[in-house]
């Protein structure tokens, strides 16, 4: 399949006496048209490397390594970190756009939701006239279920629902190749909550943009995405097909984390969560950040690095960096019965 956004191991920093590492190497893949979903607990760093990948990092944040490359339709490449800030905002709206969970708290309280439609318009398609304008906000509006009329109010006048819609129909307005949501709808309730995901699955399927969908509910990602990466102490621990991934993961990590949330189908499971926390990231880490935590860990666990390796499972690319997949690593097998 075809990329559209590929990022190579990617580094983070918060700049401090002691710089916190809070985003450690990460690299992925992002296909036209998918949903990658991205996963881990809060801390996790998943919304830092979004802010990475958008170069919207603010000190003390920053990037100490990577590379971020964007294919356009027809093949060429655009290297983000060589964008001057001009470039930069240009791109950021006509090709990667951004919903982020306050979203709706930062449209401009003093000015109709026609008028900012009309800002972005008019900043990025000056060739646009006025009527042109209007015509296409409304259509944005409708497209994410809000009457058109809308267009006359003021955000106070809406929901936070209807706001998070407008801030969706913002982010879709110059026909972006990717979307980048980072809790979108966390702070909904769950049926507007709902609402608003069916709306951008919809909308996804008729204009074919790509999302990088970032929360905390593995459940919710689990349901939405085409794959997923899971995030574990700015590293990704396991990048694997979300449907297979229910069914079995291969890495410590994400099998608690699938234990500890009720299974999609209703059935009732103890909950449990992943006894202990993550590791301090201004530490120097060696062998496995998961070390800790891990009920497996073994020998090389606490002295190796575990690398991300491919499986070869079905439904892959899935790959996990976990010692147990690693052959050159893996335990003995418990002693079993010889085959009668
Ligand atoms: Fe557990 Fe070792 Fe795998 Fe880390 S590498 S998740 S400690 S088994
Ligand atoms: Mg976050």
């Not at 646009?128 to 955000?155: N, Q």
């Not at 102490?233 to 990048?239: I, Q, T």
Request: charged share 30%; net charge negative; with cysteine.
């Amino acid at each position: 399949e075809e990329t559209v956004l590929r990022a190579r191991d990617i580094h983070v920093e918060y700049d401090g006496e002691r710089p916190t590492r809070a985003v450690r190497g990460v690299s992925f893949e992002l296909r036209r048209g998918e949903v990658l979903g991205i996963a881990g607990e809060s801390g996790c760093g998943k919304s830092t490397l979004a802010y990475a990948i958008t170069r919207m990092l603010k000190a003390p944040a920053r990037m100490t390594g990577g590379s971020i490359a964007f294919h356009d339709r027809d093949g060429a490449e655009t290297d983000l970190l060589a964008l001057d800030d001009e470039s930069l905002r240009t791109f950021r709206w006509s090709r990667l756009s951004m919903v982020f969970q306050s979203a709706m708290n930062a449209l401009n309280p003093v000015t109709s939701i026609g008028r900012q439609f009309g800002d972005i318009f008019r900043a990025h398609r000056p060739e646009m006239e006025p009527d042109e304008r209007e015509k296409r906000t409304r259509a944005l509006l409708e497209m994410v279920g809000i009457d058109a009329d809308r267009v006359r109010s003021y955000p106070h006048e809406l929901s936070g629902g209807m706001r998070q819609r407008v801030v969706i129909a913002m982010a879709l307005a110059l026909e972006p190749d990717i979307v980048i949501m980072d809790e979108p709808t966390t702070a909904l309730d769950v049926v507007v909550q709902r609402e608003i995901l069916d709306e951008v699955e919809r909308l996804r399927e008729e204009l074919g943009f790509s999302v990088i969908f970032i929360t905390h509910d593995l459940g919710l990602l689990l349901e939405i995405s085409d794959r997923l990466a899971v995030m574990y102490a700015g590293e990704v621990v396991e990048y694997a097909p979300a449907e297979e991934l229910a069914a079995g993961a291969a890495h410590p990590y994400t099998q608690g984390l699938l234990r500890s949330f009720p299974d999609l189908t209703g059935v009732r499971r103890e909950l449990r969560g992943i006894p202990g926390s993550p590791p301090d990231l201004r530490e120097n880490l060696v062998g496995c950040a998961f070390a800790d935590r891990c009920e497996h860990a073994f020998e090389p666990c606490r002295s190796t690095t575990p690398r991300l390796l491919e499986l070869g499972r079905e439904g892959g690319p899935w790959s996990a960096a976990c010692h147990l997949n690693d052959p050159a690593h893996r335990p003995p097998a418990p002693a079993t019965d010889p085959a009668p």
